[in-house]
């Protein structure tokens, strides 16, 4: 096939699991379209398929699956390459292969940098290729996701994230920030600072954390307003962070804390170095230097060998702290963790009953939480905007996982409104225009 002939190629994207693989797909979206290779949003228009999987849960490897076999269908119709990459290709699953015959290229995460040398070899064909580092971003061009560093070393016992992933790699700060700089030239206000766990970033490559140097940085590009964190993991928040999130006015007042347990049993089952006291300590500690602080955590339920009192740990916990924002999962087994192998694993019935729980006490505890809202004004970024109304956030809210707000009026997409809040719904808040 002649250069000509590929470029015509029309290229279709499905980006699954999280955002740090949302992050690795808008770099390969970059690579192709400087490529040459037009971009579109429909599967039926598409010569190219790409699918970026998601491999961390047994639940996510089935949802990679469908849908490969899903767009493999339309290889019936204009479709000629189905290509997979992500997180699923790293599990070394022999079969794969074998069991999808409708894929023509399994991309290893190593191989991303090289798309568009993969598709011209599927094409028999050769591109002048020149490897350019960018993205084109899938989220609306107000905010976009940074990731600060890849992989994981804490190897908790329930996660296959540092074996699909591999060890902790930070990115070096001078190439977040001419990223970061070339995003904020792109439109981008809002930066989200994202990895597996952001609190440790540096210590590889400089010998110290050095997340707060990072923030700093960052900090200085002028079209950034909001710079928000995401994955902190509790025993990493250190007083040089604490400060910095309270006096840096460009960092949102907003913390992502994956606590996952409370027990001291059950975070020790889990490997994680927290104890109990630690936590309360912690989230203590951030209440009183950052009154206006909004919290975010997520906790797994039902692992193996989570009696009702641990389960009531946590509980409590949330009663007693008020969390704004919490994210509740049952325990996923899966084969190659240490958890796997664990006695004492846990029905689904008792999952299913501690998930229902913990839901309804959480909702009864924001939706309390929500009424300190009503009648405040608040900093909110217009996420979409239509012809009647408005769905925006104030800093204590992050994209796609927490509430919104929605405002009566039609507002500019992407810009920042002070907003009267004048009633709340049931996770959600009503806002007007001041």
């Known amino acids: 096939m002649i250069e000509k002939n590929i470029l015509n190629k029309k290229v279709g994207f499905i980006s699954l699991g999280c955002d740090k693989n949302r992050v690795d797909l808008e770099n390969m979206i970059f690579q192709i379209k400087s490529a040459g290779f037009e971009i579109v949003n429909k599967p039926q228009e598409a010569n190219i398929i790409l699918i970026n999987t998601c491999a961390f849960l047994e639940s996510a490897r089935r949802e990679s699956i469908e849908n490969i076999l899903e767009m493999s269908q339309y290889k019936s119709n204009k479709l000629e390459k189905l290509i997979v990459t992500g997180c699923i290709n790293e599990l070394n699953y022999e079969d794969l292969q074998s069991s999808l015959p409708e894929v023509d290229a399994f991309v290893k995460i190593k191989d991303n940098d090289k798309i568009v040398q993969i598709i011209c070899d599927l094409y028999k064909t050769n591109l002048n290729v020149k490897n350019l580092h960018?993205?084109?971003?899938?989220?609306?061009?107000?905010?976009?996701?940074?990731?600060?560093?890849?992989?994981?070393?804490?190897?908790?016992?329930?996660?296959?994230?540092?074996?699909?992933?591999?060890?902790?790699?930070?990115?070096?700060?001078?190439i977040l920030v001419n990223e970061t700089k070339n995003l904020a030239n792109q439109?981008?206000?809002?930066?989200?600072?994202?990895?597996?766990?952001?609190?440790?970033?540096?210590?590889?490559?400089?010998?110290?954390?050095?997340?707060?140097?990072?923030?700093?940085?960052?900090?200085?590009?002028?079209?950034?307003?909001?710079?928000?964190?995401?994955?902190?993991?509790?025993?990493?928040?250190?007083?040089?962070?604490?400060?910095?999130?309270?006096?840096?006015?460009?960092?949102?007042?907003?913390?992502?804390?994956?606590?996952?347990?409370?027990?001291?049993?059950?975070?020790?089952?889990?490997?994680?170095?927290?104890?109990?006291?630690?936590?309360?300590?912690?989230?203590?500690?951030?209440?009183?230097?950052?009154?206006?602080?909004?919290?975010?955590?997520?906790?797994?339920?039902?692992?193996?060998?989570?009696?009702?009192?641990d389960f009531n740990e946590i509980l409590d916990f949330i009663k007693i702290h008020k969390i704004n924002n919490v994210g509740f999962f049952k325990y996923s087994r899966e084969e190659g963790t240490v958890a796997y192998n664990l006695s004492n694993q846990i029905s689904e019935t008792i999952k299913d009953d501690r998930l229902k729980i913990a839901t309804q006490l959480q909702f009864e505890i924001q939706n309390k939480l929500l009424d300190n809202y009503i009648n405040q004004n608040f900093k909110v970024i217009i996420d979409e905007s239509f012809e009647n109304y408005s769905i925006g956030r104030f800093y204590g809210q992050c994209p796609n996982i927490d509430s919104v707000i929605y405002i009566n009026q039609k507002l500019n997409l992407g810009e920042f409104y002070n907003i009267k809040i004048i009633n709340k719904l049931d996770y959600d808040l009503e806002g007007e225009k001041v």
Request: proline share 4%; charged share 30%.
């Open 187 to 309: 439109g981008v206000k809002e930066i989200i600072l994202v990895a597996q766990d952001i609190t440790k970033y540096g210590i590889d490559i400089y010998g110290k954390k050095s997340l707060v140097k990072l923030i700093r940085e960052i900090s200085k590009i002028n079209k950034i307003e909001w710079i928000r964190l995401l994955y902190c993991y509790p025993e990493e928040v250190d007083d040089d962070l604490i400060l910095e999130i309270k006096n840096n006015d460009k960092v949102v007042k907003y913390l992502d804390i994956p606590l996952q347990h409370i027990s001291n049993k059950i975070l020790k089952a889990m490997n994680r170095r927290s104890t109990k006291d630690d936590i309360e300590q912690l989230f203590n500690k951030l209440k009183k230097n950052i009154p206006n602080i909004v919290l975010r955590t997520t906790f797994i339920l039902g692992f193996p060998g989570e009696t009702d009192q």
């Open 134 to 174: 960018g993205r084109v971003i899938t989220t609306p061009n107000h905010y976009a996701y940074l990731k600060i560093s890849e992989g994981c070393n804490n190897f908790c016992t329930y996660c296959l994230i540092p074996y699909i992933r591999g060890r902790y790699k930070s990115i070096p700060i001078d």
